[in-house]
């Protein structure tokens, strides 16, 4: 263990461990991570999944531990809470223009409203490519679950939009 690590050390590690189904992304950008908690040279990280059933969670888990060992904290336990339940407002900004710069669209406060059981656009989505909001939905679901596949009508090209929930 590390004599002088503080809570905001564990943070700026966290902050260099990528999301592994969008590296660009840190989990801290990502907002999954919840809680960090030091005490007598043990490590608590409470994390929140984007869905409960995220794919990703063990690899996740597996990074954090591994980039905590491998900084000398070797008394770490990870825990994951559903509730509440992760929503894209938990993303940090930076986050957000580094989903756009990688080429998929982030999410807004305004661009989705849900009605009823139907997943509704409230406005257009921007091409993360070319900055239309001339977009289109292709599918509710694209290359993972929390993002859906859009497709630009000037450029043409396809491309995600990580959902807001």
């Not at 993972?144 to 596949?149: F, N, S």
């Amino acid at each position: 263990m590390i004599q002088d690590a503080t809570i905001e050390t564990i943070w700026q590690l966290l902050a260099t461990v990528p999301d592994p189904e969008v590296p660009v992304l840190s989990v801290v950008d990502l907002g999954i991570i919840r809680n960090v908690e030091m005490k007598h040279g043990a490590i608590r990280v409470t994390i929140t999944p984007t869905y409960s059933g995220c794919p990703a969670m063990d690899v996740i888990s597996m990074q954090i531990r591994m980039t905590l060992l491998e900084k000398g904290f070797h008394d770490v336990q990870i825990d994951t809470a559903l509730s509440p339940a992760w929503t894209t407002d938990w993303m940090s900004e930076a986050g957000k223009q580094k989903l756009k710069a990688y080429g998929i669209a982030p999410p807004t406060i305004r661009q989705q409203v849900c009605h009823t059981d139907l997943f509704q656009q409230d406005e257009a989505i921007e091409c993360p490519l070319c900055g239309s909001y001339n977009t289109r939905m292709i599918s509710q679901f694209g290359s993972t679950a929390c993002k859906a596949l859009y497709q630009c009508n000037n450029c043409m090209e396809p491309f995600d939009y990580f959902k807001c929930h």
